[in-house]
C-alpha cells in the first residue's frame, strides 16, 4: 500500500509538471505575439511554425558563432501586411549560467533588426540583460555588426555569461536568416 501511494504521488507530481511546462510555453507564445502586435499594431497577420534546422545549416551558424543551437529546431513568426512578408520573428534558448534563457529577435526582410526581447529569464543572477535599454543596443544591428562584448555591446557586471549567451544567440539568428533567408 505504502509503494502505490509513493507511485501515485509521484505521478501526480509529474502530471503537475507537465501542466505547468504547457503553461509555461503558452505564456511565452503569449508574451511574443503581444510583442508583435505591440511593434507592428494590429493590422498585421503572423504565422507561427516550427522551423526544423538543416544539419548542414545548423554546424555552419554554430561554428561560426561558437554556440550551439539549444534544439534542432527553432520557432518562426512570419509576420505580413497587406499580403506582403514586412518581417520574421525567431523565438529559441540560450543558456545562461545553468538555465535557458527564452529570447525573440524581430528581423525586417533585409537582415536589420527591429527588435530583441528577453521573454524569459530564469537564472537567480543575471537578469540585467532584460533591462531594455541594454536589450535596445541590437536594434538596427545587421550581420555586419561585431557582436563583441565590450565592443560594440555593452558589458554588464554580475552579467557576464548572460551577456555573452544572448550576444552569440541573437548573432546567431542573424547568421541563420541570411543563410535561410531564400526559403522562407
Same mark, same amino acid.
Given at each position: 500500500m505504502k509503494r502505490l501511494l509513493k507511485i501515485f504521488f509521484l505521478l501526480l507530481f509529474l502530471m503537475l509538471n507537465l501542466i505547468e511546462m504547457k503553461t509555461l510555453a503558452q505564456v511565452i507564445k503569449e508574451e511574443t505575439e503581444a510583442l508583435i502586435i505591440e511593434i507592428f499594431g494590429e493590422e498585421v497577420n503572423f504565422t507561427f511554425s516550427k522551423f526544423e534546422l538543416a544539419d548542414t545549416i545548423k554546424k555552419k551558424v554554430e561554428s561560426i558563432v561558437k554556440q550551439k543551437f539549444f534544439g534542432e529546431f527553432i520557432y518562426l513568426y512570419t509576420i505580413s501586411a497587406n499580403d506582403k512578408i514586412i518581417a520574421f520573428g525567431f523565438l529559441d534558448n540560450v543558456y545562461g549560467k545553468s538555465m535557458p534563457i527564452t529570447f525573440f529577435v524581430l528581423i525586417? $526582410?533585409?537582415?536589420n533588426i527591429i527588435s530583441t526581447n528577453i521573454i524569459k529569464y530564469r537564472e537567480a543572477y543575471g537578469g540585467a540583460v532584460s533591462n531594455k535599454a541594454w536589450i535596445e543596443q541590437f536594434t538596427g544591428k545587421n550581420i555586419e555588426a561585431n557582436f563583441k562584448v565590450g565592443w560594440d555591446i555593452s558589458s554588464i557586471s554580475g552579467a557576464t555569461i548572460s551577456v555573452n549567451s544572448v550576444t552569440k544567440g541573437i548573432k546567431k539568428i542573424l *547568421? *541563420?536568416? +541570411? +543563410? $535561410?533567408k531564400d526559403e522562407l
Amino acid at each position: 500500500m505504502k509503494r502505490l501511494l509513493k507511485i501515485f504521488f509521484l505521478l501526480l507530481f509529474l502530471m503537475l509538471n507537465l501542466i505547468e511546462m504547457k503553461t509555461l510555453a503558452q505564456v511565452i507564445k503569449e508574451e511574443t505575439e503581444a510583442l508583435i502586435i505591440e511593434i507592428f499594431g494590429e493590422e498585421v497577420n503572423f504565422t507561427f511554425s516550427k522551423f526544423e534546422l538543416a544539419d548542414t545549416i545548423k554546424k555552419k551558424v554554430e561554428s561560426i558563432v561558437k554556440q550551439k543551437f539549444f534544439g534542432e529546431f527553432i520557432y518562426l513568426y512570419t509576420i505580413s501586411a497587406n499580403d506582403k512578408i514586412i518581417a520574421f520573428g525567431f523565438l529559441d534558448n540560450v543558456y545562461g549560467k545553468s538555465m535557458p534563457i527564452t529570447f525573440f529577435v524581430l528581423i525586417d $526582410i533585409n537582415g536589420n533588426i527591429i527588435s530583441t526581447n528577453i521573454i524569459k529569464y530564469r537564472e537567480a543572477y543575471g537578469g540585467a540583460v532584460s533591462n531594455k535599454a541594454w536589450i535596445e543596443q541590437f536594434t538596427g544591428k545587421n550581420i555586419e555588426a561585431n557582436f563583441k562584448v565590450g565592443w560594440d555591446i555593452s558589458s554588464i557586471s554580475g552579467a557576464t555569461i548572460s551577456v555573452n549567451s544572448v550576444t552569440k544567440g541573437i548573432k546567431k539568428i542573424l *547568421l *541563420l536568416y +541570411e +543563410e $535561410i533567408k531564400d526559403e522562407l
